[in-house]
Nanobody
Framework: QVQLVESGGGLVQAGGSLRLSCIAS????????IGWYRQAPGKQREEVAVRLSGGNTNYAESVRGRFTISRDNAENAVTLQMNSLKPEDTGVYYC?????????????????????WGRGTQVTVSS
């Protein structure tokens, strides 16, 4: 079992900055991709930024140039630095990870793919 724990949300004025962190812990695992999604009130959850295992990153067009995703491999952590925040960035931000988890419950131990979500952290940007 793997847990994703997020931190760093809060209330900030437009133009301000926030830094979100997510730490993955638990069973033996390997990270294929880890990143952030957000969900605004009344809207569907959307991808914000994702970092792939090879180091490539994907950003939503709406945050490109303002947000930066980075990963601490030693800590199995990912951070999202959010600058020049806008009211439309308001929402609940969720950490998401695509992992290979080492499972030993079967006849033969093997790597099994799983997708995990954190509980979310609220980001509110006031105008």
């Amino acid at each position: 079992q793997v847990q994703l724990v997020e931190s760093g949300g809060g209330l900030v004025q437009a133009g301000g900055s926030l830094r979100l962190s997510c730490i993955a812990s638990g069973s033996t695992f390997s990270i294929n991709a880890i990143g952030w999604y957000r969900q605004a009130p009344g809207k569907q959850r959307e991808e914000v930024a994702v970092r792939l295992s090879g180091g490539n990153t994907n950003y939503a067009e709406s945050v490109r140039g303002r947000f930066t995703i980075s990963r601490d491999n030693a800590e199995n952590a990912v951070t999202l630095q959010m600058n020049s925040l806008k009211p439309e960035d308001t929402g609940v931000y969720y950490c998401n990870a695509h992992l290979l988890v080492w499972e030993t419950s079967g006849e033969t131990p093997t790597w099994v793919p799983h997708v995990y979500w954190g509980r979310g952290t609220q980001v509110t940007v006031s105008s």
